[in-house]
Nanobody, 124 residues
Framework: QVQLVESGGGLVQTGGSLRLSCAASGRTFGASSMAWFRQAPGKEREFAAAISWRGINTYYSDSVKGRFTVSTDNAKNTAYLQMNSLKPEDTAVYYC?????????????????WGQGIQVTVSS
């Protein structure tokens, strides 16, 4: 099993920045991929960004491309989501997720382990 814990969320003004962290513990060895999803009030959870094992590839939704950057620190078993130029529509609960095996996917079904989620609120 793998446990994921997000941190770094909070309240920020439009145009501001936040960096989310996702610390993994447990059986973290293996060629896994990490992803960030988000769920706004009244909406379905959606893909935001992903990074495949050892950062071979990164993927972004059109809504965050150019503003968000996903990265990992394998030595610390931690993934990050740097969010710049934040907009009110970025307000959501952000979830990190991890796959058991190597994937290059934007689909929730391909990620077996999930964090509890962290709130990001962007005020206008």
């Amino acid at each position: 099993q793998v446990q994921l814990v997000e941190s770094g969320g909070g309240l920020v003004q439009t145009g501001g920045s936040l960096r989310l962290s996702c610390a993994a513990s447990g059986r973290t060895f293996g060629a896994s991929s990490m992803a960030w999803f988000r769920q706004a009030p009244g909406k379905e959870r959606e893909f935001a960004a992903a990074i495949s094992w050892r950062g071979i590839n990164t993927y972004y939704s059109d809504s965050v491309k150019g503003r968000f950057t996903v990265s990992t620190d394998n030595a610390k078993n931690t993934a990050y989501l740097q969010m710049n130029s934040l907009k009110p529509e970025d307000t959501a609960v952000y979830y990190c997720a991890r796959s058991r095996v190597f994937v290059e996917s934007r689909q929730m079904k391909d990620y077996e382990y999930w964090g509890q989620g962290i709130q990001v609120t962007v005020s206008s």
